[in-house]
């Protein structure tokens, strides 16, 4: 079954604890995304990535990084989460030049206290 | 991209059809409509895109006038699996190196029993 997954799905943590939430799709695609979702805000990309070992910054990059060293997986990493960070969080794969049709993962609700 | 106007909540009887309309009067000859729904929490599905012609899947119906201006996604027979917050896109297919999705705020969709 095509699929991107995400883990964790739910998590909480303390500020300042480096913490990877991990995404990965078995559908060969070259883009995925990191979107984050918040109340009033609605869904706002932090980092994409065309492919192996290229990457750049959507709209709020800040506090965040990431890295695609595999096609596979696209790791998000809060290198020190404050609570401006709690959130929920989505990674979506599309293959190159079907942009239209992008696969969500299920989602990962953080929470920094 | 264009900006889009959706209404901001709307009801269906069960087994009914629902039209939820959007208008993308800036929309631009380059720009494609793309329709994605968000199940509470759950990752935005893709459900269909169009760029001039009527198009249909086995999700929904995508009517787009003529001026291009607004277009209305049709669930012919809607379910209770079928509420959630619908997002109108506009965006060029070929955006660059960003598949990037902006999302606005939807409309909810509920379908009653």
């Known amino acids: 079954e095509a699929q991107v997954t995400q883990n964790p799905r739910y998590l909480i943590t303390v500020t300042g604890k480096k913490l990877t939430v991990t995404c990965s799709q078995n559908?060969?695609?070259?883009?995925m995304s990191w979107y984050r979702q918040d109340p009033g805000l609605g869904l706002r990309q932090i980092y994409y990535s065309m492919n192996v070992e290229v990457t750049d910054k959507g709209d709020v990059p800040e506090g965040y990084k990431v890295s695609r060293k595999e096609k596979r997986n696209f790791p998000l990493i809060l290198e020190s989460p404050s609570p401006n960070q709690t959130s929920l969080y989505f990674c979506?794969?599309?293959?190159?030049?079907?942009?239209?049709?992008?696969?969500f993962g299920p989602g990962t609700r953080l929470l920094v206290l | 991209d264009a900006k889009t106007t959706q209404p901001t909540s709307m009801d269906c009887a069960e087994g009914r059809a629902a039209n939820l309309p959007c208008n993308h009067s800036?929309?631009?000859?380059?720009?494609?409509v793309y329709w994605y729904r968000q199940i509470h929490s759950q990752g935005p599905q893709y459900i269909i895109h169009?760029?001039?012609n009527n198009e249909t899947n086995e999700m929904a119906s995508l009517i787009i006038t003529e001026d291009r201006k607004s277009s209305t996604l049709i669930l012919p027979h809607a379910t209770l699996r079928d509420t959630a917050v619908y997002y109108c896109i506009v965006r060029v297919a070929s955006g660059g190196s960003n598949y990037k999705l902006t999302f606005g705020k939807g409309t909810l969709l509920t379908v009653n029993p």
């Open positions: 169009g760029l001039k």
């Open positions: 979506a794969s599309s293959a190159w030049g079907v942009q239209e049709t992008q696969y």
């Open positions: 800036t929309i631009s000859g380059n720009e494609y």
């Open positions: 559908m060969n695609h070259e883009y």
